[in-house]
């Protein structure tokens, strides 16, 4: 029997390969004592949830393929204590994220959905007069994680001649602006981007104190991950007007968005969209068919990670 788990809905080119090699999909929901002996690759993605309890009743699993980079949903000490490989798709994903962080930055400053809605509501028509944004140009931008993507977030606010400070233990970058800690950057930042890796240990940094640090002049930016922010002081701090708005493509509980960040003008909200064109989905799903083709093929397998 060969089955695979999914714990996830399945990319189209990724279903179609894995059902070339023979292979039964299944879900958690049709998960047996039956089937789970037989189980040995589960697909993922960064929103899946692989839990120590989970694994616990797949006894001969041996890998993770991850359709993404981020995997905070993996128990990832029950992976390096069972030895289960933990495959990612590194790389092919930073531009486009950068390009969103760039147009939910532009868009929250220039009003691009509320000028939208003023057009189709008709009150351009009816002769009023949509009120003015804010110029992006110049102003200075606050990196929290100077890894791939934020650097590559760097390199396009560059562009628009933005000073850019930034906030990494680890990384260094001389072209920019390093300070000590995350609520001295957002002191420093007409703009804050959220590009850090999440990790437990990173869970609600963007708390109340950095907003408050952010200021009513500074704008929060999100294309990490939502578990970075604390959502419900994130929810004040619109509401209060502690800060001047927030853009944001991932949240803490997804598919659900805070009733507080939807309908205002100072908010944008996407679907958790950073990587979704049709040119990097194709990438990711090259990189996932090659690591199961690996695995199959008892090869080393491109992008496994080091646990």
Known sequence: MKVLLTVVALNADVAQFIKDQGYEVITQDELTSENAP???????NGTGKISKELLDKLPNVKMIDNFGVGYDGVDVKECAKRNIALCTTPGVLTEDVADLAMALLLGLS???TMAHNFIHEGKWAHGLKF?????????KLGILGLGRIGKAVAARAS????PIYYYDRFSQDERYTKVDSLLDLAKAVDYLVVCAAATEENRNMVNAQVL?????????INIARGSLVDEEALCQAIEKGVIKGAALDVFASEPHVPEALLNRNNVIVTAHIASGTVETRKQMADIVNANFKAF?????????LKL
């Not at 009120?131 to 102003?139: A, D, I, N, T």
């Not at 408050?212 to 929060?220: D, H, M, N, T, V």
């Open 38 to 44: 037989y189980i040995e690759v589960i697909m993922s």
């Open 212 to 220: 408050e640090a952010l200021g009513s002049k500074g704008c929060l």
């Open 110 to 112: 220039r009003q691009v």
């Open 296 to 304: 199959l093929e008892g090869t080393p397998m491109p992008t496994k």
């Open 131 to 139: 009120p003015l944004g804010s110029k992006v140009s110049g102003k």
């Open 159 to 162: 562009g628009f001649d933005m």
